[in-house]
């Protein structure tokens, strides 16, 4: 035997009731607050960074210019100055540039960050020498 289907009138069928979006205002996304880092933390980075400094300045007095820029590169870029760069940075520290910013410049420069990476690496591999 066949079922016959069920027919409804169409006002029996349930009618979904239309909700009008509400007019609340939506809450505000806030950033989570930055996590202070402990003054000590803090306080000893500075002095740590103030240690490195004074060390600099000491060991090279303004009259060595050309060995601080010798010894940087050495340093920094594993090779010796060529003159083109040992007469601009020593011409930089003349005109008023600090020592700090002359090692910060050596160490932005492509040849400079493609060697702290290789340094990093070895690192990461081989531990601290």
């Known amino acids: 035997m066949k079922k016959k289907a069920k027919v409804v009138a169409p006002s029996l069928k349930k ?3 239309v909700v009008a ?3 609340k205002k939506k809450a505000k996304v806030v950033a989570p607050s930055r996590k202070k880092k402990p003054k000590d933390v803090v306080s000893s ?3 740590k960074a103030v240690s490195a400094i004074q060390t600099v300045q000491s060991e090279f007095p303004k009259e060595d210019w050309e060995a601080f820029v010798q010894e940087a ?3 920094l870029l594993d090779r010796p100055a060529d003159p ?3 007469s601009s940075y020593v011409a930089q520290l003349a005109s ?5 910013i002359v090692l910060a410049q050596l160490e932005a420069c492509p ?3 493609r060697i702290a990476l290789h340094r990093r690496w070895l690192k990461n ?3 601290d020498p």
């Not at 008023?96 to 700090?100: C, D, H, I, Q, S």
Request: glycine share 16%; charged share 40%; aromatic share 8%.
């Open 84 to 86: 083109e760069g040992l």
């Open 111 to 113: 040849e400079g960050q």
């Open 45 to 47: 980075r500075k002095e």
């Open 73 to 75: 590169y050495l340093n």
């Open 21 to 23: 979006p509400s007019r």
């Open 125 to 127: 591999i081989y531990g």
């Open 96 to 100: 008023g540039a600090t020592k700090e």
């Open 15 to 17: 009618k979904s009731k």
